[in-house]
Every structure is written in C-alpha cells, then in structure tokens.
C-alpha cells in the first residue's frame, strides 16, 4: 500500500512593463509525504516541511489523535519538533501484534529554515541562513492488555543558530550548536462504557554552546519538559467521540547563565566589567485547554469535526493568551 499527499504553490514575477503572457512563474514545493507499505508490518515513511512533532505519536496515527485535539504536540513527540520544516525518513515496524517499532530522522537545512513550525504554528525566523537542525527519533508501542498500552520515545537533536527552536542571534547568541537529548513516556488506558484517557510526560536536557564573542561567558545544562493528560468519550451520542485536553507545552524547568557586560569607566577612563547570573527557567509556562468533537452521521457518508484550543502565556509570555476554532465536514461520495 502506498499513499502520497503534498502542497505546492506558485508565485507569480509581477512585472507591469513586461507582456502579462510573459511574465515568470515559478512553482514551489511546500510540502510532501510519502507513506509506503510493501508487507504487513513494514512501513516506510518520507517527507518535506511536515510537522512531525504531532504526527509521530506512540499510538496510531496523527490523524487519529487529531480527530480530538486540535494541537497534538504536547501527547506526542514534541522534542522531534526542533527540526521541523525539513526533509524526513522513518521506518516503522512491527515485529507481532503487541509491539510496535518506529525510527526516524529529521533534517532541517538552512534553505529550509524561513519556514517552519514551532509548536504547531507556523513561524518565519528571521535570517534563514543562521538556523539548521537535525534530529533522531526510537520510539517504542507495547499493548499490555486489549485495554491498555504504554510508549517510549527517546530524541536526540542537534541545533545549529538556534536554541530548543529559538533562533538567537548578536550579543546574546548563545552559541552556533547546541544539542538537545530527550525521553518521554505515554500511556492509553480504555476505561470501559466508551472512556478513554491519554497520558504523556517527555522531558530532556540541552547543552548550550557559548558564542566566543557574546555576552554569555557561561552556561549550564537547561532542563525542559512538557507532560499532558486527554479524555476522550466515544459513542456519545452515536458514531461520535467527545475530547478534553489539557497540557503544557515544552518549557525550560531549570538551567543558568552567567552574563559579563561593561557597566562603566573608572577613573582612568578604562572599562569596568561586571557578572550577572541569569536563570533560563520559564517564568510563565504556556497552558492549553482543548475541546474537540467529530461524529460519522448519515451512515459515514459525513464526516464533522469541531475542535477548539484556549492558550494562556502563549510562547512563555505573560498575559499573552490565543484562542483557534476548527470546524470542517467531510463528504464521501
């Protein structure tokens, strides 16, 4: 089995002295995935600028966990997001029923970085030139009874120009590469009567490098993390499912760093230079609440879905708060 989907666009040379017939077109290839299945349990996985930070999941598919929330990221794999933008390769495999296998590789390349996801969102970094990352993923699925199974992913990402995704740059750059090493642990429990619940924890270290002519003299190893918990109902009122979620996206849970600047003259009119130790701990942690819906009416012939996401300290920002809605039908002819 095999199946392709992608996203191009065309921009078009708008030149109002030349001949409109004339006039250059050039065609861009946004996205693209590519799934091939050759046999039962062997699954091989390939992409351009996908948000892969939601899609690779320890249970199923992306599509299924987006049929109840809107952004995934935090019950996913979030740390794989670091490289998102950029040109992918997995391999999925299932040596029985009970246990499922998936190794992936993410590389963004400075071409790619104007573009990119972070959390979900789409974002222009500001010099393109300055940001590439790659990033490994093993992930591990075992069902431990028909009513419960628990996952295991381990992450590791390399960054050059930027920091956990956060493009730094001048003074305060934190250095040309840093890398980022994560775990995370999730967990689906059926509860019985149509209830099913969703845990997920990851968290991880970073180990930043110091640029030779900034203001940082020092730094050490950032802690970060992201955990969220989803209950769904299903057959609410017929082929339907209602979901909550609630989660906290990654954030930075401790480090420090130690900041040398010059703070005045002495009396010789020479620089007089003095250290600060900073903390790198989020001080105003995002939190999302989400709701969503979807229901199969008219014998699955329509398909609705109805998602909505409330977002408190958007980014780490206080007081910055985001509200999305998502409604949509399908019709299958």
Same mark, same amino acid.
């Given at each position: ?5 992608g ?41 351009h600028n996908?948000n892969?930070?939601?899609?690779f999941?320890n249970?199923g ?6 049929a ?15 490289a ?8 999925n495999?299932?040596?029985n ?5 998936r190794f ?21 970094i ?6 590439e990352?790659?990033a490994?993923?093993?992930g591990?699925?075992?069902?431990l009874?028909?009513?419960? @199974?628990?996952g $295991?992913?381990?992450?590791?990402a390399?960054?050059? /120009? !930027?920091?956990m995704?956060?493009?730094? *740059? &001048?003074?305060l ?5 840093t890398?980022?090493?994560a ?7 059926s509860?019985?009567s ?15 490098g110091?640029a030779?002519e900034?203001?940082l003299?020092?730094a050490?190893?950032v802690w970060s ?13 017929g082929d339907?499912a209602? @979901?909550?979620? $609630?989660s ?6 401790? /480090? !420090?760093a130690?900041?040398?600047?010059a *703070? &005045? ?7 007089i ?9 989020t ?7 989400e ?11 329509v ?12 980014g780490g920002e ?6 999305a ?6 019709l299958?002819?």
């Amino acid at each position: 089995m095999m199946s392709v989907a992608g996203f191009a666009e065309k921009d078009l040379i708008a030149d109002p002295s030349a001949d409109p017939m004339s006039r250059g077109q050039d065609v861009k290839l946004r996205s693209i995935a590519m799934s091939l299945s050759p046999v039962a349990g062997f699954g091989l996985d390939v992409g351009h600028n996908l948000n892969l930070a939601s899609s690779f999941t320890n249970f199923g598919t992306g599509a299924e966990l987006n049929a109840g929330f809107l952004s995934n990221s935090t019950l996913a794999s979030p740390y794989l997001g670091l490289a998102d933008g950029g040109d992918y390769v997995g391999v999925n495999f299932a040596p029985n029923t009970s246990l499922k296998m998936r190794f992936g590789y993410q590389s963004l390349s400075r071409d790619d970085a104007a573009y990119r996801f972070v959390a979900g969102i789409p974002t222009t970094i500001a010099d393109p030139t300055a940001r590439e990352a790659q990033a490994m993923l093993v992930g591990a699925t075992y069902t431990l009874t028909p009513w419960a @199974s628990v996952g $295991l992913t381990v992450t590791h990402a390399r960054e050059q /120009g !930027s920091v956990m995704g956060g493009y730094t *740059t &001048g003074a305060l750059a934190l250095g040309d590469v840093t890398t980022t090493s994560a775990a995370g642990f999730s967990s689906r429990v059926s509860m019985g009567s149509g209830w099913e619940t969703n845990l997920s924890w990851s968290g991880g270290t970073t180990d930043l490098g110091i640029a030779p002519e900034g203001l940082l003299v020092s730094a050490n190893r950032v802690w970060s993390q992201s955990y969220g918990i989803g209950l769904t109902k299903r057959e609410l009122f017929g082929d339907d499912a209602v @979901s909550f979620a $609630l989660s906290r996206p990654v954030h930075v849970t401790g /480090g !420090s760093a130690t900041l040398r600047a010059a *703070t &005045g003259l002495d009396s010789n009119l020479n620089l007089i230079f003095d250290s600060e130790h900073l903390s790198l701990a989020t001080q105003h942690p995002e939190t999302d609440f989400e709701f969503g819906y979807a229901a199969q009416i008219l014998g699955g012939a329509v398909a609705l879905r109805t998602n909505a996401i409330y977002q408190t300290n958007v980014g780490g920002e206080a007081g910055r708060d985001g509200v999305a809605v998502l409604a949509r039908a399908a019709l299958k002819l």
